[in-house]
């Protein structure tokens, strides 16, 4: 019971929500996005950092990621993702490119979505590991602090080899950290 309880609130608190803005994706990329700090959120740290996509009947997909990278010129995010968990997204990538990106940081609850079309995808570098393991190993930590010893030892489970590193083109981006200012599109 006490299970089904936790699905039914993850599904009404995170999921409902999550599929309803699928289907506000914007297509098309901004033709310059310069970020301040402020509006790019943080991407070091304690992070979780999930990955959303759709199919063609706006059914969503969610895998968690371990690790993102922004380009120089602020026009493309790279998302590491495990591919154990990864196919049901690609299918939908293939089918349409539409991504979102979430990057929570764990300690200040900083929580920033990214939304763009997919560019690329291909097998992630050993520097992509590191960084994959340096979030995860974070996560870890910051998760006993808050949840205890065990939750701790169950983010350190997380399989993130191998992965695949998701380059896309940003098209929006969005203020997801609590508070009243959650949903507001900041690009």
């Known amino acids: 019971m006490i299970v089904c309880t936790i699905l039914k609130n993850f599904t009404s608190i995170f999921l409902e929500p999550l599929k309803r803005n699928l289907n ?3 297509i098309g990329g901004l033709e310059s996005m310069s970020l301040t700090q402020e509006e790019m959120g943080d991407l070091v740290g304690p992070l979780s950092i999930s990955i959303a996509t759709r199919d063609a009947e706006l059914k969503p997909h969610f895998a968690r990621a371990f690790g993102v990278r922004i380009s120089e010129d602020q026009k493309f995010m790279t998302v590491m993702v495990p591919k154990v968990i990864f196919e049901p997204c690609l299918k939908d990538i293939d089918d349409n490119k539409l991504i979102a990106v979430t990057v929570a940081h764990m300690a200040n609850f900083k929580t920033r979505q990214y939304k763009g079309l997919v560019q690329e995808i291909k097998d992630c570098t050993e ?4 960084l994959m393991k340096s979030v995860r190993e974070s996560g870890a ?3 006993a602090l808050f949840f205890g010893p065990k939750a701790g030892e169950g983010w350190n489970k997380y399989i993130i080899r191998p992965s695949v590193a998701v380059k896309f083109e940003l098209s929006e981006l969005f203020d997801q950290s609590p508070g009243i200012k959650a949903g507001e599109k900041l690009k």
């Open 24 to 26: 506000l994706f914007f």
């Open 127 to 130: 520097a992509d590991y590191e």
């Open 141 to 143: 930590e910051n998760s």
